[in-house]
Structure formats: structure tokens, C-alpha cells
């Protein structure tokens, strides 16, 4: 009898931020912005969700400071960098 595949397991974002995304987001390494840094978020914020998740996804260099793409967590899914971003968010924005 085949075996089943096993079943990937997404990851929440807080565990996502947890992770990988603490590494710079905890710091402020390469001008990645704190959950504390309210003011720095603003500016982002203020340029859309979308454009939020295409900086996660694809990456960003510029003179904001420097996202790899996916964090450097080529492993991660799309849905788990986005879930992540909307926890970064939900973070600051509350």
C-alpha cells in the first residue's frame, strides 16, 4: 500500500516573527524597523499592506535600509511572510 505524503504545516506569524523576522525586527539590523518604533512604521504603513508584503516577499534595498527576500527564509511559504507582516502590524498598530 503507498504511503501517504505528509502534510505541510503552515506556521502562524507570530511564530513566523518568532522565527525569522526577530533576527533584524528585534534589533533594527539593516534599517528593519522594531514593533516599538512606531514612528519608523508610520511611513511604511502609509504606503499600503501590499506594498508591504511585495518589500517581504520580493525583498528591498533602498534608503529605508535592506530586506533580503523572505527574510533570508527562502523556506517560508508566501501565506506564512504575509501572515507575518499582518502580525508585525497588528503589533504596531495597536
Known amino acids: 500500500m503507498p504511503q501517504a505524503k505528509p502534510v505541510a504545516t503552515l506556521l ?3 511564530q513566523v516573527f518568532n522565527e525569522a523576522c526577530i533576527a533584524c525586527h528585534g534589533t533594527g539590523i539593516g534599517g528593519a524597523p522594531t514593533l516599538e518604533d512606531s514612528a519608523t512604521w508610520e511611513a511604511r504603513i502609509a504606503q499600503g499592506r501590499d506594498t508591504l508584503y511585495l518589500h517581504a516577499l520580493e525583498g528591498y534595498t533602498g534608503s529605508a535600509g535592506y530586506m533580503p527576500p523572505k527574510g533570508a527564509r527562502l523556506d517560508l511559504s508566501d501565506r ?4 507575518a507582516v499582518d502580525y508585525m502590524l497588528s503589533q504596531v498598530t495597536n
Open 12 to 14: 502562524t506569524g507570530p
Open 80 to 83: 506564512e511572510i504575509s501572515d
